[in-house]
């Protein structure tokens, strides 16, 4: 399942959720996961300062990234 490390208020996050929508209406994804990094201290640690990421099957994508970028990344690494 496709991941999307972020939290509350991060602008960043919102845009990357958004590229996120755009992969599933085109049917790349079914769907993804928000987890917030805020509710776990490791999660914090790991991502505080590189959200917002995207993880599938243990490969990660930092930001900055955009479609194509996504796209790309996501069907190199199917779920």
Same mark, same amino acid.
């Given at each position: 399942?496709?991941? +999307?490390?972020?939290?509350?208020?991060?602008? +960043?996050?919102? +845009?990357?959720?958004?590229? +996120?929508?755009?992969?599933?209406?085109?049917?790349?994804?079914?769907?993804?996961?928000?987890?917030?990094?805020?509710?776990?201290?490791?999660?914090?640690?790991?991502?505080?300062?590189?959200?917002?990421?995207?993880?599938?099957?243990?490969?990660?994508?930092?930001?900055?990234?955009?479609?194509?970028?996504?796209?790309?990344?996501?069907?190199?690494?199917?779920?």
């Amino acid at each position: 399942m496709v991941k +999307l490390m972020h939290t509350d208020g991060c602008h +960043l996050c919102e +845009l990357a959720q958004a590229l +996120l929508d755009q992969a599933v209406n085109a049917g790349l994804i079914s769907g993804y996961e928000h987890v917030d990094i805020a509710l776990d201290d490791e999660l914090v640690e790991k991502y505080g300062i590189r959200i917002p990421v995207v993880c599938d099957n243990n490969a990660e994508l930092g930001w900055p990234f955009d479609y194509n970028g996504l796209q790309t990344f996501l069907v190199s690494h199917p779920n």
